[in-house]
């Protein structure tokens, strides 16, 4: 016996599921993915409509669009010479939205703390006060 252990199936599916999951998490990870994301719950569109809402070049917004596209996100289709991107379920942005309570969460919990301690004093170079018996 070597002392390693392996792991069952179960984990092995869990590690496999998990690791999926956090493809998908990855592919969305980029403000302009999640602008896109917001936009195609309403209706399909294209890369060029995509483009002028992102105000990014057309190469960026295809490479977005490949990136959540591969990760199982979105669907296309050929609609003549263009390709209309749509949401491969609306469960993502349902997703995303249970990240907001979160936020809110932590953004109340850092006003609590700026409220208690203040704002950040900056520190001047020579105006530091001298302690007390310090000559």
Do not use: Q, W
């Not at 092995?12 to 998490?25: F, K, Q, S």
């Not at 990855?26 to 809402?53: F, G, N, Q, Y």
């Not at 208690?116 to 105006?127: A, I, L």
Request: hydrophobic fraction near 35%; charged fraction near 25%.
């Amino acid at each position: 016996m070597t002392g390693k252990t392996t792991a069952s199936g179960a984990e092995e599916a869990d590690l496999l599921r998990l690791t999926e999951v956090a493809g998908v998490l990855k592919a969305l990870a980029h403000p302009s993915r999640l602008l896109i994301l917001e936009a195609l719950a309403r209706e399909p569109h294209c890369v060029c409509e995509l483009t002028r809402m992102i105000g990014a070049d057309t190469s960026t917004v295809s490479k977005h669009l490949s990136v959540m596209k591969n990760a199982g996100v979105l669907l296309d289709e050929k609609r003549g010479n263009m390709v209309y991107y749509s949401l491969a379920c609306p469960c993502v942005t349902e997703a995303v939205a249970h990240i907001t309570p979160l936020l809110e969460r932590r953004f109340r919990h850092y006003g609590d703390i700026l409220k208690r301690k203040g704002p950040p004093r900056r520190r001047v170079p020579g105006t530091e006060t001298p302690s007390p018996g310090a000559d």
